[in-house]
């Protein structure tokens, strides 16, 4: 691949983490942006839509262009993008045009405390995990010894990430065997996994799995790893990027 141009914020080109798989499995990277403006921001506000649909709209109407693939953009093709490059998106495009730095006022958990803690962090401090060869699916060994088992399985995209929605605050377990009857091409000698047959294999299986799909997905590692400062309870909680993009909305 020609390394043509390097990521710009100035010229907003982004380099995703992962990239997007061609019709001739030729990985692309580089993403044109164009500058926000109001109606993006109340694409991305609509409280009457989930989470990742509205990045999908939203991203649908801001990237101009893939570069090298020869497609339009539009909500399908976002759709089925990596979480971690939507996530990714959606991080320099806040911190192109709404600024480096971010503010948040959170409350410490510890009910004998509960003070609020001022958070302060810069979007380009946030790590980012970037994808060696990114491939429309890997085969991956899961458990060790006679239990182990040969699986082909493919990374989340932002598809997957709305069909987990709404179990996902109630119930992680539940959104796991969805994720993995959506993300596991193969299971051993046998084909996809339905919901209940994700359901039912050993937990063994299913945390080797997860790590897998952990330590593989491309992007930025949104945890913000935080301790109150009054007490010294652990705050450490994954940030809500449609909230944390919208200075107003909070
Ligand atoms: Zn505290």
């Known amino acids: 691949?020609?390394?043509?141009?390097?990521?710009?914020?100035?010229?907003?080109?982004?380099?995703?983490?992962?990239?997007?798989?061609?019709?001739?499995?030729?990985?692309?990277?580089?993403?044109?942006?164009?500058?926000?403006?109001?109606?993006?921001?109340?694409?991305?506000?609509?409280?009457?839509?989930?989470?990742?649909?509205?990045?999908?709209?939203?991203?649908?109407?801001?990237?101009?262009?893939?570069?090298?693939?020869?497609?339009?953009?539009?909500?399908?093709?976002?759709?089925?993008?990596?979480?971690?490059?939507?996530?990714?998106?959606?991080?320099?495009?806040?911190?192109?045009?709404?600024?480096?730095?971010?503010?948040?006022?959170?409350?410490?958990?510890?009910?004998?405390?509960?003070?609020?803690?001022?958070?302060?962090?810069?979007?380009?401090?946030?790590?980012?995990?970037?994808?060696?060869?990114?491939?429309a699916s890997y085969r991956v060994r899961l458990g060790e010894g006679a239990e182990a088992i040969d699986a082909l399985v493919r990374l989340p995209s932002g598809r997957d990430q709305e069909a987990m929605a709404s179990l996902a605050p109630r119930n992680p377990a539940a959104a796991n065997t969805r994720l993995f009857s959506r993300t596991v091409l193969k299971w051993g000698e046998g084909g996809a996994l339905d919901e209940e047959a994700a359901r039912a294999l050993p937990l063994k299986q299913r945390s080797a799995l997860a790590a897998f799909l952990e330590r593989h997905s491309p992007g930025p590692n949104l945890y913000l790893d935080l301790q109150c400062p009054d007490c010294g309870a652990d705050m450490g909680t994954s940030f809500d990027l449609n909230a944390f993009f919208l200075p107003s909305a909070r």
């Open 1 to 135: 691949m020609s390394a043509a141009l390097a990521e710009s914020l100035a010229e907003r080109r982004l380099q995703l983490p992962g990239g997007v798989l061609g019709p001739d499995g030729r990985c692309h990277r580089m993403v044109r942006v164009r500058e926000l403006t109001g109606a993006d921001e109340e694409v991305l506000a609509d409280t009457g839509a989930a989470g990742a649909s509205l990045v999908t709209r939203f991203l649908a109407r801001v990237i101009v262009e893939i570069e090298g693939l020869q497609r339009r953009v539009d909500e399908a093709l976002v759709w089925d993008m990596l979480v971690g490059d939507r996530d990714y998106l959606l991080l320099r495009l806040r911190q192109i045009d709404l600024g480096d730095h971010v503010h948040q006022v959170m409350r410490c958990p510890s009910p004998a405390c509960g003070k609020k803690a001022d958070v302060d962090f810069l979007v380009s401090e946030i790590e980012v995990r970037r994808a060696g060869e990114l491939q």
